[in-house]
């Protein structure tokens, strides 16, 4: 059997790729299982300093599995969902929101439930031309989690959160550029190859500086302005201490390209 997860590093980039695409990578606990396995590797190896996440296919990620992990669901049988989302799905989306370094969702296709939310728990979303985007949810009476709720509103405003929550309708990768959902499109074509570029163009920048940043966005959502700036002034003191830091500046005054490491000393 395929792995459900392909992992593989290339430029410094850990390219990790649901890999289910008949299912259209919906996910069951294989996949949670190679996500863990994956996101193993990529927090304890220093080599490691940007993600690509993607999937196999025409799909991106359809969400949980329905076929497999939810089918036989009755009334009579009462399914705790919660535990579902305590056990993978919820530790997931903390992971990926705490890992100190950057993460490119890359939407190459079909996404939809919680397959969206994961790619908006990344830090910098672009998809291909022909991806499409679902709150899934409503159809099957369920509310979005894996983050949705949380990250929607945050990224296209809370107008077009309830409504493409509460109406589940399905929208094309040019309408998810226009609400904000995603950074960039491109050409189906060259979608892999581009994608890789961003991750691997992240991989050479100061690598800490990118932690601070994930630490400081994540902590605006609930700050206001003077605990916001209070924070910025003891994340950026420790990023006046990096050799980063040191190089950046040496290289500007020496008119050359900076060779930044990412470490901390
Ligand atoms: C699938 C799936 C799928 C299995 C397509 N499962 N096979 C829930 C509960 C518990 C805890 C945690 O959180 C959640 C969160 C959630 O994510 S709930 C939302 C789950 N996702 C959905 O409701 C989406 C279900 N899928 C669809 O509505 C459609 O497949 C979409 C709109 C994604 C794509 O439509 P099409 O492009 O027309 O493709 P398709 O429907 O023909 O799918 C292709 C194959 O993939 C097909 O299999 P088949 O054997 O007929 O070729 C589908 O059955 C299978 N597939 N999604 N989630």
């Known amino acids: 059997m395929a792995e459900a997860v392909l992992f593989e590093v290339k430029e410094a980039v850990a ?5 289910r695409p008949e299912r259209l ?5 294989d996949i949670h299982a190679g996500l863990r396995a994956a996101f193993d590797k ?23 599995d329905l076929m497999q992990s939810l089918s036989g669901v009755n009334a009579a049988e009462k399914r705790d969902l ?19 370094k950057p993460i490119v969702s890359a939407v190459n296709g079909v996404a939809a ?4 939310n994961l790619a908006l728990a990344g830090d910098i979303i672009i998809a291909a031309q022909s991806a499409n985007f679902t709150q899934a949810f ?48 491109f050409d189906d074509a060259v979608f892999h190859e581009e994608a890789l570029k961003i991750a ?13 940043m994930k630490r400081a ?34 290289a500007f005054v020496e008119k050359r390209a900076a060779r930044f490491t990412g470490k901390a000393g």
């Not at 990529?42 to 949980?64: H, K, M, N």
């Not at 992240?202 to 500086?209: D, I, S």
């Not at 302005?225 to 040496?250: C, H, I, K, N, S």
């Open 82 to 100: 919660g535990a579902a989302l305590d056990k993978e799905y919820n530790p997931l989306v903390r992971r990926m929101r705490a890992l100190p």
């Open 217 to 250: 966005f994540a902590a605006s959502a609930g700050n206001g302005l003077d605990e916001q700036l209070d924070l910025e002034r003891d994340l950026q003191r420790d990023m006046g201490y990096t050799p980063d830091f040191a190089e950046g500046v040496t």
């Open 138 to 185: 409503i159809r099957i009476g369920l509310i979005p989690d894996a983050g949705g709720t949380y990250f929607l509103p945050r990224l296209i405003g809370d107008a077009r959160a309830r409504a493409l929550a509460m109406l589940g309708e399905t929208i094309t990768a040019e309408q998810a550029l226009a609400f904000g959902l995603v950074y960039r499109l």
């Open 25 to 29: 990578n919906a996910l069951n606990g």
């Open 200 to 212: 691997a163009g992240l991989a050479q920048k100061p690598t800490l500086a990118l932690a601070a």
């Open 42 to 64: 990529i927090e304890t190896d220093e080599a490691i300093r940007a993600v690509l996440l993607t999937g196999a296919g025409r799909g991106f990620c359809a969400g949980a």
């Open 113 to 116: 439930g919680a397959g969206v």
């Open 15 to 19: 390219i990790v790729t649901l890999n």
